[in-house]
């Protein structure tokens, strides 16, 4: 390589204006830095934008998740049927709530959860099924929510990767039961830490509020008593999940330019294509008819047969680049603590035979073309480099 390295391109980073800043600092000078008007400002936006009736924001997408559950009733004894290529938290939220999350093996193709496979898993304790938007397209929403609705459950669907993206011509957000977003700072806009739950239905609206703050509600119309106008009662065990004004405001701000955002993602994504596509040693994300992605990740697969190096030594020549590849997903069984409660090795085969083979290529808004153009010509040259035949 070079004796110049390219300055380092992380696989994900956010996109900060001064109009961001500006919003931030405006509540920083207001009265309220949290339980201000910023949060259901924010709250109001995100629903207007993906077309549901309700949002409620949360300290982070995690403790979202954890609200659908509760508000989806899920609890000791239960099944969450979700996918094992995920960040852990969309199993985990299903484990504080005491109940089992069982997985569903992926679809080759689309690395989503394969709807198939979830009907194998249904039985009598069934509650819900969290499958998520892998990298940004869509999962097979139709039939899982056939499936939902055949068989009683509700539907959770972690967007963390998909704030934007369509499916059929809807904006994922308005499909399921409920829709959680995450605002981390590598998703597609940010909040520092934050997360919402999207929802048509008033009673989820309601539980998904009153979780965030303790289980207290202070409205009249869902008291037991009322002592007086200092009167609150705490009906449940919730949390302080609470995003502040702070984060709130950052988050309108942002959302003002996701569109803008996708489209140069897309536009990023369209030179990946056309650079990769016709390499025989990788395989570039498939991209189903019925959604149209937001583009989260760009992940490639290594084929292995026709490399000389393993996936492993050239994520390390990548990373030797300076280019700051990433891989998703460890497959959520695999972990040790998952392991410890039983999960096995062996049993979601195509989720592990594609953590095998991954890589993900950097892929933010404010990637110049120049940046991506080193990218590809990094990966075309150590594919030129260690091609077997
Ligand atoms: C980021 C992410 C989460 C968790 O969101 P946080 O806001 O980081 O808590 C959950 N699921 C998936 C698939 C994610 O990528």
Redesign the pocket.
Known sequence: MENSKHPFIPYGRQSIDEDDIQAVVDVLKSDYLTTGPEVEKFEAKVADYVGAKYAVAFS??????HAACFAACVGNGDEVITTPM?????ANCVLYQGAKPVFADIDPETYNIDPDGIRKKINGNTKAILP???TGQPCNLDEIMELAKEHNLIVIE?A??AIGATYKDSKVGSIADMT?F???P??HITTG???MITTDNKDLYEKLHQFRTHGITRDPSLLNENDGPWYYEMQFLGYNYRITDIQAALGSSQLDKLEGFIERRREIVGQYNKAFRSLNELITPFQHTDGDSSW?LYVIQLKKDLLSIDRKQFFEELRQANIGVNV??IPVHLQPYYQELGYKKGDYPIAEDLYEQTISLPLFPTMTNEDVQYVIDTVKGLIKEHQIG
């Open positions: 982070n997408g995690t403790a979202a998740l995920t960040f852990v938290a969309s998520v938007d892998f972690d963390a990767h959680m995450s605002f981390h590598v998703k830490e934050g997360g989260h998703h997903y």
